[in-house]
């Protein structure tokens, strides 16, 4: 039950995550960004592989859900949020730029 938990929260992090990386991206249309965007897709995938498998066998699904959260770790980026205070950083507010 523990593991489940585990995996739907880490599952909510990544996909939160990648939902701001795509907001981004489709403000700013910095390469950075999509690039996350697709590197944070695939880690839902896995961690969401990772909660099924959880069930079955614990140890493997954690395994999974550890795999995806390492491929969601994000490269450096450009600076988009200038002097935005957190709450704007936290929801990925930005300047739309065409």
Request: hydrophobic content about 50%.
């Amino acid at each position: 039950m523990y593991y489940f938990a585990i995996s739907v929260a880490a599952f909510a992090v990544v996909a939160f995550l990648t939902l701001r990386d795509i907001r981004i991206f489709r403000r700013t249309r910095l390469e950075s960004y999509r690039k996350g965007a697709m590197k944070g897709m695939a880690a839902m995938f896995l961690v969401f592989l990772g909660g099924i498998v959880v069930q079955v066998n614990p140890e493997f699904g954690l395994l999974l859900v550890l795999l995806g959260m390492f491929i969601n770790k994000k490269g450096q980026r450009e600076d988009v949020f200038g002097g935005a205070k957190t709450a704007d950083r936290f929801l990925g507010k930005t300047e739309i730029k065409n």
